[in-house]
């Protein structure tokens, strides 16, 4: 076994570091030095579900860029050194449907998570990247493109292609008119992509406080969803509503907004929606859902993110301050990704 350093829940809003045991390469395998992990929503959540007394520790992050350290006898595609990413899946597979369709992220065997999954291969619990080191199947780990900082990518590969995937699905473009609710972590990075491809963007946010940063993240418009006027005004105006909010709310406002057989994406909420039909039946339109990416679709988010110089904008903070970092994105107090600086785990 390899040891390495890391950051493993002791309670819902707590970590602590310790040891951390990683597999030793298999001929499929490189190591990777961790040096920066996003701090996603889905962090939250599974601490806050987390059995504090189960046998295995929670270890998070799910979103990290980091430099290959070690490779397995018969990896060709990385050596020593190469800068990596690694998203919310780490193993598939690979032979279902999905998976032969480069959908990964919906193996029908469910593919395995990067942290609190089980690996395919000898049944160990996952340990996620709040750590200093990371052993990972090749195929599931991808180039970082140069050119894009390794901190502010590091949130691209779980919020980046959350959103890329839908936007993309459902053919965004010149032209497309998107509306994005709730400027977070998953919304800021939807403005920014749907500007890059095309689209007249419009955020959607409760008052109109944050014009500014819309515009400032390329939005061309702000439409403050308690203001009647200006949400009448917008009615049957948007090809496609990617829907970042987290916590349970009324989509029939939204769906309003929908153009005529135009999609609302949720993204951000995952549970049980009530929806008046007929707001779907009066102008055909969708409901849809999407979430984390497959290897072809993340492979060509990075690509074009480096492009067209898109990362997160993210506040960076040393590892050790990481219980700090989950309190403040619990209270929505960040702008708008944070990301740790695993260096202080050396
Ligand atoms: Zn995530
Ligand atoms: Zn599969």
């Not at 992050?61 to 060709?76: D, R």
């Not at 890059?196 to 993240?217: C, F, M, N, P």
């Not at 903070?317 to 944070?338: C, E, I, K, W």
């Amino acid at each position: 076994m390899r040891t390495t350093d890391g950051w493993r829940a002791t309670g819902p809003t707590e970590l602590r570091r310790v040891r951390l045991e990683r597999r030793d390469l298999r001929p499929d395998d490189i190591a990777v030095r961790v040096d920066y992990c996003g701090v996603c929503h889905s962090d939250l959540h599974a601490l806050g579900t987390h059995d504090r007394h189960a046998e295995a520790p929670l270890v998070p992050g799910h979103e990290f860029t980091g430099v290959v350290a070690g490779t397995g006898s018969e990896v060709t595609a990385f050596s020593v050194g190469d800068r990596v990413a690694v998203g919310n899946i780490v193993d598939s597979c690979g032979e279902c449907a999905m998976c032969e369709a480069g959908q990964e992220n919906f193996c029908r065997s469910f593919p395995t998570l990067t942290y609190g999954g089980t690996d395919r291969r000898d049944g160990s619990t996952t340990l996620g990247g709040y750590s200093r080191e990371y052993v990972v199947r090749d195929a599931f780990a991808h180039p970082l493109p140069a050119g894009l900082d390794p901190a502010a990518a590091a949130p691209l590969m779980c919020a980046g292609v959350t959103v890329w995937e839908p936007l993309r699905s459902l053919g965004v473009g010149p032209g497309s008119r998107v509306a994005v609710a709730g400027l977070g972590g998953l919304g800021h990075l939807a403005v920014k992509m749907a500007v890059a491809l095309g689209a007249t963007t419009t955020v959607i946010s409760r008052t109109q406080d944050k014009h500014d940063d819309a515009r400032e993240l390329g939005a061309h418009d702000l439409i403050a969803s308690t203001d009647p006027r200006q949400m009448a005004a917008a009615r049957d105006t948007f090809d496609v509503l990617i829907d970042t909010v987290s916590a349970p709310h009324d989509l029939a406002p939204y769906l309003k907004l929908v153009a005529m057989d135009g999609t609302l994406s949720l993204l951000g909420y995952l549970g049980p929606v009530a929806v008046e039909t007929t707001d779907l039946l009066i102008g055909r339109k969708k409901l849809g859902s999407a979430g984390s990416g497959g290897r072809p679709a993340t492979a060509e988010m990075l690509r074009f993110c480096a492009d067209h110089s898109i990362t997160a904008d993210v506040e960076i903070l040393p590892s050790s301050q990481v219980n700090t970092a989950l309190d403040r994105l619990r209270r929505n107090d960040v702008r708008y990704r944070f990301v740790l600086d695993m260096s202080d785990l050396d």
